[in-house]
């Protein structure tokens, strides 16, 4: 492949810090973590209870949605538990909501049910799809940090898009604020994952013309309170109940307590990155 800015081969950067992340992360768990087949089954109701806690339209919201016609498709890849399926079903006409995990799916059928989102459809497949999927806009938020090949996940956006791809992400990853507790708990610093920096490398690389936008964050990372904050700890740290002592005694230190009592790290980004650039059939047509 074509090396890219700096003389890297940014797709292999991107696999490279995905697998040490993952490596360090499975020499480091513990043999009483509990595994489940769908690895977003013991989080998803607690993403989803955050979701509806946070307002929208946050800053992605806020930027995108002008950029939308009442007309458009949009293909949502990895929407969870339907943060943004309001929202969009709101402003377009149709909504392809694509999300793999049975856990995530469910509460956002649910969401979906709640709210009477009638133009969201709701597809299970993996990305890249098995059957071809076509839309206006395509985006991603959030997702592709657990992508260890960039290449076919953004090439997939670009042929599915008929106007404009847009992926949402961290500068960093959104979980590196909690990196003191894996410090504290196994004893080195944590490894980081790829985020929006690595990814606009590899999108030029791959000759897709990615701009960046810094986007303002109007939510963080917050735990209602100590018992969230445990339990998703020790799933973020992959550790097992003799460990739960040493997570209680690092919360007062590393979490802020808010007023309304719940918990937030004591650090974090005041940015993420929108990266977008037209599909290759708006090119074509240039």
């Not at 793999?100 to 969401?111: F, K």
Request: with cysteine.
């Amino acid at each position: 492949m074509i090396r890219g800015a700096g003389g890297h081969d940014w797709c292999a950067v991107w696999r490279e810090m995905y697998d040490a992340e993952r490596n360090q992360g499975e020499a480091a768990t513990d043999p009483a973590f509990e595994r489940h087949a769908d690895q977003w089954a013991s989080r998803a109701k607690r993403y989803a209870t955050a979701a509806q806690r946070d307002p929208q339209p946050d800053g992605f919201m806020q930027l995108l949605l002008p950029r939308l016609h009442p007309d458009d498709t949009v293909l949502d890849i990895g929407a969870g538990t339907g943060r943004y399926e309001p929202p969009l079903a709101g402003r377009v006409s149709q909504v392809i909501a694509l999300e793999p995990s049975p856990a995530m799916r469910a509460q956002l059928e649910a969401r979906v049910a709640a709210k009477q989102l009638t133009n969201v459809q709701v597809i299970t497949d993996a990305w890249p799809a098995a059957s071809a999927i076509q839309a206006d806009v395509a985006i991603s938020a959030h997702v592709v940090y657990g992508v260890r090949k960039l290449a076919p996940f953004v090439l997939a956006m670009d042929g599915a898009a008929r106007r404009d791809c847009y992926l949402y992400l961290g500068l960093q990853h959104p979980a590196i604020v909690l990196a003191p507790f894996w410090e504290r708990v196994h004893g080195e610093a944590r490894l980081p994952l790829p985020a929006a920096l690595e990814a606009l490398n590899a999108l030029h690389q791959l000759n897709l013309p990615a701009s960046l936008e810094l986007v303002p964050l109007t939510s963080f990372l917050r735990f209602a309170d100590e018992e969230e904050a445990v339990a998703d700890l020790m799933q973020r740290l992959r550790c097992g109940p003799q460990h739960e002592s040493t997570i209680r005694a690092a919360i007062p230190e590393l979490l802020l307590r808010q007023p309304d009592g719940s918990l937030t790290p004591l650090h974090h980004p005041r940015h993420a990155a929108l990266l977008w650039w037209p599909a290759a059939q708006a090119r074509a047509e240039r």
